[in-house]
């Protein structure tokens, strides 16, 4: 892993700097610095056992796909959510409880990051970042409460994928000959993780969605031949 400062020009591109005044983004850029993560290596270093990288570290994505996730219980590892470009990857920048979310480069990622103490006097000292960092919670939140709705137990496992490939889809999705491609490569195992079940069930569901026609899956990349179709399927009735 290497490090690097990174250019006041490529915290711009990130939305959450994006208020900033030229010397505010010189003066934020010195304090932070560039990792560069390959797919499959955990953010920081780090994984469940060992202290979340978060609580030191501010984590942004310059480049990439980040997959944030929890331990549940079980022991299980459950995927909240996959970031890419522009996104902060913190879900306790002010440090106000304990944080206990992992990171893994789905895709091989370029990451500007801080210290999470200068972080937290940067945002109490700009009124833009502040605001920036309650829309980011804001955001959040709405997809938490929205991916609850989505896993009660009475609902099919494959309608509980469909959704999931068509978050993907509309986050990552490049239009290709044959439908619209999740532009990163997914195991079965990750796809397990996402929607919160066993790799069996996962692969079952796969399956199912492959042989009604709705999803292609090959060489770890999923398609969706026809997005409404797929929606309308993840819509029906119990």
Request: charged residues 25%.
């Amino acid at each position: 892993m290497t490090q690097d400062r990174p250019a006041p020009l490529m915290l711009k591109q990130i939305c959450f700097f994006q208020a900033l005044g030229e010397p505010e983004l010189q003066s934020a850029a010195k304090h932070m610095w560039i990792e560069h993560l390959r797919r499959g290596h955990p953010l920081g270093g780090r994984e469940p056992g060992e202290a979340s990288p978060f609580q030191d570290t501010v984590y942004f994505v310059f480049r990439g796909i980040v997959a944030l996730y929890s331990e549940t219980l079980q022991g299980r590892r459950k995927i909240l959510f996959f970031q890419g470009p522009g996104r902060l990857l913190n879900l306790n920048v002010m440090g106000t409880c304990n944080d206990s979310h992992y990171g893994e480069a789905a895709a091989d990622a370029i990451l500007l990051c801080m210290d999470r103490e200068r972080m937290k006097e940067l945002v109490c000292r700009e009124p833009c970042l502040m605001a920036a960092l309650l829309t980011h919670y804001e955001s959040k939140l709405w997809r938490l409460s929205h991916q609850l709705k989505n896993t009660a137990g009475s609902m099919f496992v494959e309608r509980k994928l469909a959704g999931k490939l068509l978050k993907l889809a509309a986050d990552f999705g490049k239009a290709r000959e044959g439908g619209r491609v999740i532009a990163f490569d997914l195991t079965i195992t990750q796809v397990a993780d996402y929607i919160g079940v066993p790799r069996e069930t996962a692969s079952r569901a796969v399956r199912k969605l492959t042989e009604l026609g709705l999803i292609t899956y090959e060489n770890r990349r999923f398609c969706i031949p026809d997005v409404k179709r797929l929606e309308q399927f993840r819509r029906q009735p119990e």
